[in-house]
């Protein structure tokens, strides 16, 4: 009788009782799954050498009756026809198995028929081949394959087969199959014992193994064994002492061929990236054929060895997590740094579905931790500066969306919520942190000594011509600094979840009486000199004070945090204040300081109203503009004051005409722009469509202020003729055309008052005191902005940071205000000799007025240009002078 099976091999196989109850109940053999009996049948004669394909099924075992034995029954599929092959077990001779996944046995009714049935899965191969085993005599099964009656090496025949069967079903046992022109030990089921010459005939032969799919399953199974990489790498190690370069090259082919053919299969990866596979294996790539071609050596292993640190921040007693962390790593290496070049656009899918894998079970582990593991991290954060790294790892992760399990993503996102984790972050932002310390102490040594390599190497290989640099080399890549990372970490997170840093904000400013979460984001865009810092900041700002995405509470509650406690002065203070000095970094702060402002803008009409009448927003931003000039500042300076037209609001048209805003607007069109040119630039642009606004929204106040200054109305003419060949001329024509429709309009109404009625002369007084307390009242409210507020009032005792004194040049007594004539290239010597003669300065403004003549205008219900003998409303004051 055959040797006593294993029991143990049948109780590891995966038992699937729910699958078939019947089938499972009938024998233990059949519970397995049904992927693992799926099977191909042969079948050949004596007569023949050549073995035929019968069809793909499902074979499962028939328990035996008093009237027969055990069965093996085949249920195949032949082109849509079912077909039941019935085999007595007891009856067959000449059993055999070959290479763990192939039976084959003599027919007992039929001895010169021979059946052999190919197994797709290792488990349902070894669960049937136990179970023969265990009934049949040891007579029956052979000890070798080949020792057929008829026909020696009738089992070699059928493993040629199974590789090399063409579409037509039959091909000769002497065909060239890849795996016919090498030598397999019986120790690996389709892959060569490795040496010098088998890894050199593999490469060659193992992209067409891999296209057959019998082959290439018995392939997956070595590598899963690790034996056969092993002994490879084993085989690696002994080339490099004798440095035989091809096999090298050949190894690092074949070890690239796989991982690319089992991307997508985290099994095999997982294989790959095990401690005793992965340093072999970057080892291997080392010698990439192509790279060697170029003099390139990318040193993999030294770089892990010297550069990669795995930091145990938070502890944890699941030692599958550390093993995913680790994979994870390594994946994205290879993939990243190692594959990039052998990488098609499928295979970077399936290494992304790998990695979005093993992430699902890392958050997995840490969801199911509860809020241990953030507790941890929270004591950790304000301490450890990898603390803070290891947060934005997470929300890095949490921020995929697609391919990571999103019950596991909102539970880390709600835990990060409720520990209130981000309020540690205003430690890192003001640099109060003892976080900040460590990485002073600790990590920022590191980024010099970085810098000073990298400099030293950049001044020895300037004048090398043959040189060729580190690819791996991370001397540049210093760790940013607190500040830096607290400002990317909230940004993701609004990005991935906003509430999370609104609670923040308001929780921050609840307990600290202030919020100082935000003014300290004040203090970073108007400081840090890391433009790509700035821009996070602003993006932080405008998510926050966005109201799309808010609900009213949250709204009205940041609102208030913005302009009622200090927010919106910390930033005017460190962008536009009188004592800010200019620098690249100041500029790029004002852009965007430019930006929140014009969200505010237009999100936030009321509140915004009342800071363009205290704060003198638009007069800050265009002076600040143009003192020096700055293009990109003035682009954005520009935009800004675009938005506040677009307003469309009584005050802030005062504003705008009170100042003379409108001035630097066709300054800029006359002398910083190429008027007229094709294609113009994006400056002119944004100018042109403050004045196209002024045109289609009929905003009269504006049109006839401009076509009463001074100032504006030569340049006005100047523009008009270099835009005469231009389509954007009309903007000018209109407005002209609108002035002028508005100034006859007033003189036929002048004299049609006169025709109707030549006595109206005597109760004109009358009739027009009852008219002007008409207007008065009409005046009043929509000139007033909340009840109790005088507007005009604190315009005329605004005691701010803007004043003439405090801006005024020390130079020649004489000078005007950097306000009113900004420190920018000299304006035309006409300019300059009306200047002298006490004429207006082209950009003069005066936010303390000195005492002077009053005129009195009335602007009616549609604000068209006022009546010579009316009266002024008490909120429009303008210079006798003009």
Same mark, same amino acid.
């Given at each position: 009788?055959?040797?006593?099976?294993?029991?143990?091999?049948?109780?590891?196989?995966?038992?699937?009782?729910?699958?078939?109850?019947?089938?499972?109940?009938?024998?233990?053999?059949?519970?397995?799954?049904?992927?693992?009996?799926?099977?191909?049948?042969?079948?050949?004669?004596?007569?023949?050498?050549?073995?035929?394909?019968?069809?793909?099924?499902?074979?499962?075992?028939?328990?035996?009756?008093?009237?027969?034995?055990?069965?093996?029954?085949?249920?195949?599929?032949?082109?849509?026809?079912?077909?039941?092959? *019935?085999?007595?077990?007891?009856?067959?001779?000449?059993?055999?198995?070959?290479?763990?996944?192939?039976?084959?046995?003599?027919?007992?009714?039929?001895?010169?028929?021979?059946?052999?049935?190919?197994?797709? $899965?290792?488990?349902?191969?070894?669960?049937?081949?136990?179970?023969?085993?265990?009934?049949?005599?040891?007579?029956?099964?052979?000890?070798?394959?080949?020792?057929?009656?008829?026909?020696?090496?009738?089992?070699?025949?059928?493993?040629?087969?199974?590789?090399?069967?063409?579409?037509?079903?039959?091909?000769?046992?002497?065909?060239?199959?890849?795996?016919?022109?090498?030598?397999?030990?019986?120790?690996?089921?389709?892959?060569?014992?490795?040496?010098?010459?088998?890894?050199?005939?593999?490469?060659?032969?193992?992209?067409?193994?891999?296209? &057959?799919?019998?082959?290439?399953?018995?392939?997956?199974?070595?590598?899963?064994?690790?034996?056969?990489?092993?002994?490879?790498?084993?085989?690696?190690?002994?080339?490099?002492?004798?440095?035989?370069?091809?096999?090298?090259?050949?190894?690092?082919?074949?070890?690239?061929?796989?991982?690319?053919?089992?991307?997508?299969?985290?099994?095999?990866?997982?294989?790959?990236?095990?401690?005793?596979?992965?340093?072999?294996?970057?080892?291997?790539?080392?010698?990439?054929?192509?790279?060697?071609?170029?003099?390139?050596?990318?040193?993999?292993?030294?770089?892990?060895?010297?550069?990669?640190?795995?930091?145990?921040?938070?502890?944890?007693?699941?030692?599958?997590?550390?093993?995913?962390?680790?994979?994870?790593?390594?994946?994205?290496?290879?993939?990243?740094?190692?594959?990039?070049?052998?990488?098609?656009?499928?295979?970077?899918?399936?290494?992304?579905?790998?990695?979005?894998? $093993?992430?699902?079970?890392?958050?997995?582990?840490?969801?199911?931790?509860?809020?241990?593991?953030?507790?941890?991290?929270?004591?950790?954060?304000?301490?450890?500066?990898?603390?803070?790294?290891?947060?934005?790892?997470?929300?890095?992760?949490?921020?995929?969306?697609?391919?990571?399990?999103?019950?596991?993503?909102?539970?880390?996102?709600?835990?990060?919520?409720?520990?209130?984790?981000?309020?540690?972050?205003?430690?890192?932002?003001?640099?109060?942190?003892?976080?900040?310390?460590?990485?002073?102490?600790?990590?920022?040594?590191?980024?010099?000594?970085?810098?000073?390599?990298?400099?030293?190497?950049? *001044?020895?290989?300037?004048?090398?011509?043959?040189?060729?640099? /580190?690819?791996?080399?991370?001397?540049?890549?210093?760790?940013?600094?607190?500040?830096?990372?607290?400002? *990317?970490?909230?940004?993701?997170?609004?990005?991935?979840?906003?509430?999370?840093?609104?609670?923040?904000?308001?929780?921050?400013?609840?307990?600290? /009486?202030?919020?100082?979460?935000?003014?300290?984001?004040?203090?970073?865009?108007?400081? $840090?000199?890391?433009?790509?810092?700035?821009? &996070?900041?602003?993006?932080?700002?405008?998510?926050?004070?966005?109201?799309? /995405?808010?609900?009213?509470? *949250?709204?009205?509650?940041?609102?208030?945090?913005?302009?009622? /406690?200090?927010?919106?002065?910390?930033?005017?203070?460190?962008?536009?204040?009188?004592?800010?000095?200019?620098?690249?970094?100041?500029?790029?702060?004002?852009?965007?300081?430019?930006?929140?402002?014009?969200?505010?803008?237009?999100?936030?009409?009321?509140?915004?109203?009342?800071?363009?009448?205290?704060?003198?927003?638009?007069?800050?931003?265009?002076?600040?503009?143009?003192?020096?000039?700055?293009?990109?500042?003035?682009?954005?300076?520009?935009?800004?004051?675009?938005?506040?037209?677009?307003?469309?609001?009584?005050?802030?048209?005062?504003?705008?005409?009170?100042?003379?805003?409108?001035?630097?607007?066709?300054?800029?069109?006359?002398?910083?722009? $190429?008027?007229?040119?094709?294609?113009?630039?994006?400056?002119?642009?944004?100018?042109?469509?403050?004045?196209?606004?002024?045109?289609?929204?009929?905003?009269?106040?504006?049109?006839?202020?401009?076509?009463?200054?001074?100032?504006?109305?030569?340049?006005?003419?100047?523009?008009?003729?270099?835009?005469?060949?231009?389509?954007?001329?009309?903007?000018?024509?209109?407005?002209?055309?609108?002035?002028?429709?508005?100034?006859?309009?007033?003189?036929?109404?002048?004299?049609?008052?006169?025709?109707?009625?030549?006595?109206?002369?005597?109760?004109?007084?009358?009739?027009?005191?009852?008219?002007?307390?008409?207007?008065?009242?009409?005046?009043?409210?929509?000139?007033?902005?909340?009840?109790?507020?005088?507007?005009?009032?604190?315009?005329?005792?605004?005691?701010?940071?803007?004043?003439?004194?405090?801006?005024?040049?020390?130079?020649?007594?004489?000078?005007?205000?950097?306000?009113?004539?900004?420190?920018?290239?000299?304006?035309?010597?006409?300019?300059?000799?009306?200047?002298?003669?006490?004429?207006?300065?082209?950009?003069?403004?005066?936010?303390?007025?000195?005492?002077?003549?009053?005129?009195?205008?009335?602007?009616?219900?549609?604000?068209?240009?006022?009546?010579?003998?009316?009266?002024?409303?008490?909120?429009?004051?303008?210079?006798?002078?003009?």
């Amino acid at each position: 009788m055959a040797d006593c099976p294993n029991q143990d091999d049948l109780d590891d196989v995966d038992v699937d009782q729910e699958g078939n109850p019947d089938l499972a109940k009938s024998h233990p053999v059949n519970g397995i799954p049904a992927s693992c009996r799926r099977v191909k049948l042969y079948e050949i004669y004596s007569s023949s050498d050549t073995w035929l394909d019968k069809g793909t099924g499902y074979c499962h075992i028939k328990t035996p009756t008093d009237a027969e034995g055990p069965q093996i029954v085949i249920e195949l599929e032949q082109d849509g026809i079912n077909v039941v092959v *019935e085999s007595n077990i007891m009856n067959n001779t000449n059993y055999s198995s070959q290479n763990d996944s192939i039976i084959i046995w003599q027919e007992g009714d039929e001895n010169r028929l021979y059946r052999a049935l190919s197994f797709q $899965n290792l488990v349902g191969h070894k669960a049937f081949w136990t179970y023969i085993t265990s009934v049949v005599d040891e007579s029956c099964i052979q000890s070798s394959p080949g020792d057929r009656d008829s026909g020696a090496g009738s089992d070699n025949e059928l493993d040629n087969y199974i590789e090399t069967s063409s579409t037509s079903g039959s091909v000769a046992a002497d065909t060239g199959s890849p795996l016919n022109s090498t030598k397999y030990s019986g120790d690996y089921r389709a892959l060569p014992t490795p040496t010098v010459s088998e890894m050199r005939k593999l490469e060659a032969s193992l992209d067409n193994m891999l296209t &057959q799919s019998s082959v290439a399953d018995m392939v997956f199974m070595d590598l899963l064994d690790k034996r056969w990489l092993c002994e490879a790498f084993s085989v690696m190690r002994q080339c490099i002492e004798l440095e035989d370069l091809s096999t090298l090259s050949a190894i690092s082919a074949i070890m690239a061929r796989l991982i690319l053919n089992w991307c997508g299969n985290l099994e095999v990866l997982h294989v790959f990236v095990s401690d005793e596979i992965f340093f072999d294996l970057l080892q291997a790539f080392e010698y990439d054929a192509e790279l060697l071609s170029q003099n390139l050596c990318l040193e993999h292993v030294r770089f892990f060895r010297e550069s990669v640190r795995h930091h145990d921040i938070i502890s944890m007693d699941n030692p599958s997590f550390y093993r995913l962390v680790h994979s994870s790593y390594r994946i994205e290496y290879l993939k990243d740094v190692v594959l990039p070049r052998l990488l098609d656009e499928f295979s970077i899918q399936r290494l992304n579905s790998v990695i979005f894998s $093993n992430t699902s079970e890392i958050l997995n582990i840490i969801s199911n931790d509860g809020r241990g593991f953030v507790d941890l991290l929270k004591e950790q954060l304000s301490q450890k500066y990898m603390s803070a790294l290891l947060l934005r790892e997470l929300l890095g992760v949490a921020r995929c969306s697609q391919g990571v399990n999103q019950p596991d993503r909102i539970s880390l996102l709600l835990l990060i919520k409720h520990t209130q984790l981000l309020n540690e972050l205003s430690g890192y932002l003001d640099g109060t942190a003892p976080a900040c310390r460590d990485f002073e102490a600790n990590l920022m040594p590191r980024n010099r000594n970085a810098e000073r390599e990298y400099s030293a190497l950049k *001044e020895s290989v300037v004048d090398t011509e043959d040189h060729r640099p /580190n690819l791996l080399s991370n001397r540049r890549q210093g760790l940013m600094d607190p500040p830096s990372l607290a400002v *990317e970490i909230l940004n993701l997170c609004l990005e991935v979840f906003p509430s999370i840093v609104r609670t923040a904000v308001f929780v921050d400013a609840e307990t600290k /009486n202030e919020p100082a979460l935000l003014l300290s984001l004040c203090d970073v865009i108007a400081r $840090n000199p890391n433009e790509g810092v700035q821009t &996070q900041v602003r993006e932080i700002f405008l998510r926050l004070l966005d109201p799309k /995405n808010m609900d009213l509470p *949250e709204k009205d509650e940041m609102c208030s945090l913005f302009y009622d /406690n200090g927010i919106l002065d910390r930033l005017l203070d460190g962008v536009f204040g009188n004592n800010v000095p200019d620098s690249p970094t100041i500029r790029t702060a004002k852009v965007h300081v430019m930006d929140i402002l014009s969200l505010c803008a237009r999100e936030h009409r009321h509140r915004f109203k009342l800071r363009v009448q205290s704060h003198k927003l638009p007069l800050r931003v265009l002076a600040s503009a143009m003192k020096p000039f700055d293009k990109f500042v003035a682009v954005g300076a520009m935009k800004f004051l675009h938005v506040c037209v677009k307003m469309k609001d009584m005050s802030v048209e005062r504003h705008i005409i009170k100042y003379k805003v409108l001035r630097p607007v066709l300054w800029i069109l006359k002398n910083k722009v $190429n008027a007229g040119v094709d294609g113009g630039s994006m400056l002119e642009s944004v100018c042109l469509g403050i004045l196209s606004t002024i045109d289609s929204w009929a905003l009269d106040g504006l049109v006839d202020w401009m076509f009463q200054d001074p100032f504006c109305i030569p340049i006005i003419k100047d523009l008009q003729r270099s835009y005469s060949h231009c389509t954007d001329n009309f903007v000018f024509n209109n407005l002209e055309r609108m002035y002028n429709y508005s100034r006859a309009g007033e003189l036929v109404s002048k004299k049609r008052h006169a025709l109707a009625d030549p006595d109206r002369w005597f109760e004109e007084d009358d009739d027009e005191e009852d008219v002007e307390c008409s207007k008065r009242r009409m005046i009043s409210i929509s000139g007033s902005l909340v009840e109790g507020y005088d507007d005009d009032e604190d315009e005329e005792d605004y005691e701010g940071d803007i004043d003439i004194r405090d801006i005024e040049a020390a130079g020649s007594p004489g000078e005007a205000s950097t306000l009113g004539k900004p420190r920018m290239p000299p304006w035309s010597e006409d300019d300059e000799r009306n200047t002298k003669n006490g004429d207006d300065a082209p950009f003069e403004v005066r936010l303390k007025p000195a005492p002077a003549k009053k005129i009195s205008v009335f602007i009616d219900a549609c604000r068209k240009e006022p009546s010579p003998r009316g009266k002024l409303a008490s909120d429009f004051i303008l210079d006798s002078s003009e």
